[in-house]
């Protein structure tokens, strides 16, 4: 068997992988950060690809450049600058902006597609070419206990489209 645990009887160090991978377990954070300080360059060095070379410029970014000085200068510039804590927090307020404009425009143009199509469904409805439920914007606009005005169809439908994404408020949020 090449299972963790090959039976009942067979005991392996509790620290040893099935894929004979040694693993060392801590409860202090600083040794792995202390043994990942000493091996950066091990984990860091890659193989040279044509896939690398070519999606990095030659190599000019971080996540491809070969172990030396440039990917020294850019790791130190990523986390001191780029991906810090600092740079988060002052980022924070245009993510949101940003974040708050893709919804708005996703709305509008949602909107802009769908209201004309709402819009001449009630139309047919209301000139008999259609006489038969296909799908729910038909169901909205004949249900008879709540007559609901065109522009409460067009909100709900709306919903169901973003619902059809991801729950409505996460989407409006």
């Not at 299972?3 to 600083?30: F, L, Q, R």
């Not at 988060?88 to 709305?107: G, P, S, T």
């Amino acid at each position: 068997m090449d299972s963790y645990n090959d039976g009942p009887n067979e005991h392996k160090h509790p620290m040893h992988s099935p894929w004979n991978t040694h693993v060392i377990a801590t409860s202090d954070p600083k040794i792995p950060l202390e043994f990942l300080k000493d091996t950066d360059g091990m984990f860091s060095s890659r193989p040279d690809s044509m896939s690398g070379y070519l999606t990095s410029d030659g190599y000019l970014n971080t996540a491809h450049a070969p172990m030396g000085g440039r990917w020294k200068k850019m790791k130190k510039i990523l986390s001191t600058e780029i991906l810090s804590v600092a740079r988060h927090k002052w980022l924070l307020n245009k993510r949101d902006e940003e974040h708050d404009n893709i919804i708005r425009n996703a709305i509008l143009i949602a909107r802009k597609y769908q209201d004309p199509l709402v819009d001449e469904r009630i139309q047919q409805w209301k000139d008999g070419v259609r006489t038969k439920q296909d799908d729910l914007l038909d169901v909205f606009i004949n249900l008879k206990r709540s007559s609901l005005t065109t522009d409460e169809i067009k909100a709900h439908i709306l919903d169901l489209m973003l619902a059809s994404l991801d729950n409505v408020w996460n989407n409006i949020e």
